[in-house]
C-alpha cells in the first residue's frame, strides 16, 4: 500500500464530474470511466525496457498516480511512483488491423477501479518480432485525449534513451496541482467577470437540445456504454475542406453546422444548443501537462434566419469564436444559466454531445529509437461495453490521415437502442453529404 504524500484541492473540471458521481462502480469515478488509444509499433520492442519507460511516465506526471477522494468537499490525493501493469499478448494470423481493434476493444472493457494505483495500464500486441499494436488505458479523471498524446511522446522519448538513443530533451513540465493552483486562484478575474457576463446574455432562456431516448431512465433498464464506430466517405472530407476555405471556418465549425441542422430537424427546434469540449489547459505553460482538462462548453445557434447551409456555417462560426473566447469552467456557465440542463433532465430525454478531435501536438507518429510508431485511428469494430460516458451519448469524429471521417457514437445502452444509433448515425451521415454538397442552396428544416 503506497503512503499519502500530499492532500490537494479538486480542479473544476473534477468538481463538475461529481455531479454525475453513481459510486465506486458507475459514473465518470467508476471503473468504466476510462480512455483508450492505440499505436502500431514497427521495429523490435523490448518488454522490459517498455516497463522502465512506462514507470518513469509515471513518475514524471502526478496525475497518473492522483487519488480522487468525492467525501466531503473533496480533494485529490497524490501518492509515490507505482510500476504500471504492462500485459503482452502474442497475436499470431492473418487481418493485423482488426486483430490490433479488437486488442483494444478487449482493454478498454476491462474494469480499471480508481484505487489500482496508477492510474493508466498498457497492453502491448506483438504480431511479429518487428509489428505491434501497443495500447495505453488510463482512468478518464487522470488524462484527456491531449494528455495520452504527451504520454506516448514521453514514453518514446524513455524508451529511446533506454536503448542508446539521443532523442531532443523534453520540455519541464508542470504538473495538475500547477494547473488547480492557478485555477483557484481567479486566473484573469476581471477576463472571468466579462465572460459570465458573455454567458449570462448569450444563454438567456436556453437549454439544450436534448435527445429524445428509447427508453425512460426510471424504467431502470441495466446500462453499459455502447461505441457504434462508422466511416464517412473521402468524398465528404474534401467537400468540408473546400467549404472551410470558402467560409474562413475550420472542420470543427462546419461538422459542428451540419449536426446543428440535424438536431433542429429531428428535434422540431430552431434554437438548438449543441454540448461540445473546449481543451480547458488555459495558458499554454500547461500544455505538456498531463490531467483532466477537459471543459463542457455550449454552443448555441439560432436557425431562424438561415436561408442556406452557408448562413448556418455563418451563425456556428459566431458562437464558437465567442464560445472558446469565454472558456469558463462549465459549473460557472451553470450558475448564470441554471435553466441549460433543464430539458435533459426528463425522464425521456437526454444530452448528447458532440466533438471533432485533431491532436495539438502534430504527435501522429514518431521515433522510439528501436522502432517507429504512428496512431491508431481507424477503429471500425463496433463494441457493445466500452469506455463510460456518464449520462446520454457523444459523437466522435476525427479526420483521419487516408482522408475518411472516422466517427464513433458512444452512447448509454440504458437509454437509447442499437437500431436508433444506427439509424442516426445514417441520417446524420446522409445529411452531411447533401448539406456539404450544395453550400448556396436553400435549406429546408
Not at 360 to 389: H, I, K, M, T
Request: glycine share 10%; hydrophobic share 40%.
Amino acid at each position: 500500500m503506497v503512503s499519502v504524500t500530499e492532500l490537494l484541492p479538486l480542479s473544476w473540471n473534477q468538481g463538475f464530474l461529481r455531479a454525475f458521481d453513481q459510486g465506486d462502480e458507475a459514473g465518470p469515478f467508476g471503473p468504466r470511466y476510462i480512455i483508450v488509444c492505440g499505436w502500431r509499433l514497427t521495429g523490435p520492442v523490448d518488454p522490459a525496457v517498455l516497463q522502465e519507460a512506462l514507470d518513469e511516465v509515471v513518475a514524471r506526471h502526478e496525475a497518473l498516480r492522483t487519488e480522487v477522494v468525492r467525501s466531503g468537499d473533496g480533494h485529490q490525493v497524490v501518492h509515490p511512483p507505482c510500476p504500471v501493469r504492462l500485459t503482452v499478448h502474442e497475436l499470431p494470423g492473418d487481418d493485423r488491423d482488426r486483430r490490433a481493434e479488437e486488442l483494444l476493444n478487449d482493454a478498454e472493457a476491462e474494469p480499471f477501479p480508481t484505487k489500482e494505483l496508477p492510474l493508466i495500464r498498457a497492453v502491448l500486441g506483438r504480431f511479429d518480432d518487428d509489428d505491434a499494436v501497443l495500447g495505453l488505458v488510463a482512468h478518464h479523471t487522470a488524462a484527456d485525449e491531449w494528455s495520452m498524446q504527451l504520454i506516448m511522446r514521453d514514453l518514446a522519448y524513455g524508451y529511446a534513451v533506454r536503448t542508446g538513443h539521443r532523442p531532443s530533451p523534453l520540455p519541464e513540465v508542470l504538473q495538475y496541482r500547477d494547473y488547480v493552483d492557478w485555477e483557484r486562484a481567479g486566473a484573469g478575474q476581471d477576463d472571468g467577470e466579462r465572460s459570465l457576463a458573455y454567458w449570462r446574455d448569450n444563454l438567456r432562456g436556453a437549454q439544450f437540445a436534448g435527445t429524445r431516448t428509447d427508453h425512460l431512465r426510471s424504467a431502470g433498464v441495466p446500462k453499459t456504454t455502447a461505441w457504434r464506430r462508422f466511416t464517412f466517405p473521402n468524398t465528404v472530407t474534401v467537400a468540408v475542406k473546400d467549404i472551410v476555405k470558402e467560409t474562413r471556418s475550420s472542420p470543427f465549425m462546419v461538422l459542428l453546422a451540419a449536426y446543428v441542422v440535424y438536431v433542429g430537424r429531428r428535434e422540431g427546434t430552431r434554437d438548438v444548443v449543441v454540448p461540445s469540449f473546449s481543451s480547458g489547459r488555459g495558458p499554454a505553460r500547461f500544455h505538456d501537462t498531463v490531467g483532466s482538462f477537459f471543459n463542457f462548453l455550449p454552443f448555441r445557434v439560432n436557425l431562424e434566419d438561415c436561408r442556406s447551409f452557408k448562413d448556418v456555417i455563418a451563425s456556428t462560426r459566431q458562437a464558437c469564436v465567442g464560445a472558446y473566447a469565454h472558456d469558463l469552467p462549465f459549473a460557472q456557465i451553470l450558475g448564470v444559466a441554471p435553466e441549460l440542463m433543464s430539458s435533459v433532465t426528463r425522464d425521456d430525454h437526454a444530452v448528447v454531445a458532440f466533438q471533432v478531435f485533431k491532436s495539438p501536438l502534430g504527435g501522429d507518429r514518431g521515433s522510439a529509437g528501436a522502432f517507429e510508431y504512428s496512431v491508431f485511428r481507424r477503429r471500425q469494430v463496433s463494441q457493445w461495453d466500452g469506455g463510460d460516458v456518464p449520462d446520454g451519448a457523444m459523437w466522435h469524429l476525427e479526420i483521419d490521415s487516408s482522408g475518411d471521417i472516422v466517427g464513433s457514437f458512444a452512447f448509454n445502452t440504458n437509454l437509447y437502442g442499437q437500431q436508433t444509433v444506427g439509424g442516426m448515425v445514417g441520417d446524420f451521415g446522409e445529411l452531411l453529404k447533401r448539406l456539404t454538397a450544395d453550400l448556396h442552396g436553400p435549406l429546408e428544416l
